[in-house]
């Protein structure tokens, strides 16, 4: 006997449709009985909902989602990429602009890299972008101490296993010796935890730089540490292939929700 699925959509995504948390922490919000439907507080994320239905967060009515946006953000050394941090140290999101609404971060890259990082409002654009399928390559420049040939690199491009774990091929390219170090750029489509560094230190090198250059068509190009940019609606919609009419402007009467700073 076929039963027909619940109308609606998981209400964990609803959250994060409407920028207010990413989905595993709108579970979180739910089961700390701080989530409302029609007036009833839930503790369970496994309950659909529709537009008919009204839903709360901390006493705040949900509102019609904001359009999927993306911004290009310029990583600095020494932030970690979450949003709280177990050792106290200063995230991205305590660095962001004041203005910027709730956002989450596509990928991530560690304390001690830099570079090109994704901000979104939308939780379906950041689980696209992250995953495997998708295959956008993602390029870094790399600094390693020693003095390397381009035949050190061979293992990298042919895919190489490490602690149990099995990287893909990367491109390498070779590109100067300064001094004690040399400079790599590497391209690669997974962007496993601390990949490069330890492909590096598996052929004998150490990283001490790690700059992302790129995500996929997306450019860091001269966006400074800390900056922030806003990509077009249109290059959006063209590089995801998103619905046109969802990326108009923000609705300027709904609040923007806003980030939690650290005090």
Do not use: C
């Not at 962001?96 to 971060?105: C, G, I, N, T, W």
């Not at 149990?164 to 170090?181: H, I, Y």
């Amino acid at each position: 006997m076929n039963t027909k699925p619940p109308a609606g959509d998981r209400i964990a995504k609803v959250i994060a449709r409407a920028g207010i948390a990413s989905r595993r922490e709108a579970e979180r919000l739910i089961e700390a009985g701080r989530v409302t439907v029609n007036g009833k507080v839930i503790n369970r994320a496994a309950l659909n909902v529709t537009p008919k239905d009204k839903v709360t967060v901390d006493g705040r009515e949900l509102g019609e989602p904001d359009p999927p946006r993306l911004w290009l953000y310029h990583k600095p050394t020494g932030l970690v990429t979450t949003t709280r941090d177990e050792q106290g140290r200063t995230t991205i999101f305590d660095e962001l602009p004041e203005d910027l609404p709730r956002v989450m971060s596509v990928g991530r890259l560690d304390l001690n890299s830099e570079g090109l990082l994704l901000l979104t409002n939308d939780g379906g654009i950041k689980r696209k972008l992250e995953l495997p399928a998708t295959g956008w390559v993602r390029k870094y420049r790399v600094r390693v101490k020693g003095r390397p040939t381009d035949d050190t690199f061979g293992p990298l491009r042919k895919g190489l296993t490490v602690d149990g774990e099995n990287f893909q091929p990367m491109t390498v390219t070779l590109d100067r010796q300064q001094g004690a170090n040399a400079w790599a750029t590497v391209a690669i489509r997974e962007g496993k935890n601390r990949e490069i560094r330890r492909a590096m230190e598996a052929v004998g090198l150490s990283v001490n730089r790690l700059i992302r250059t790129s995500y996929g068509p997306f450019q860091l190009g001269q966006l400074k540490p800390g900056e922030v940019q806003e990509i077009r609606p249109r290059i959006l919609r063209d590089q995801l292939g998103l619905d046109t009419e969802s990326l108009q402007k923000p609705n300027p009467s709904r609040p923007i929700p806003k980030r939690k700073r650290r005090r």
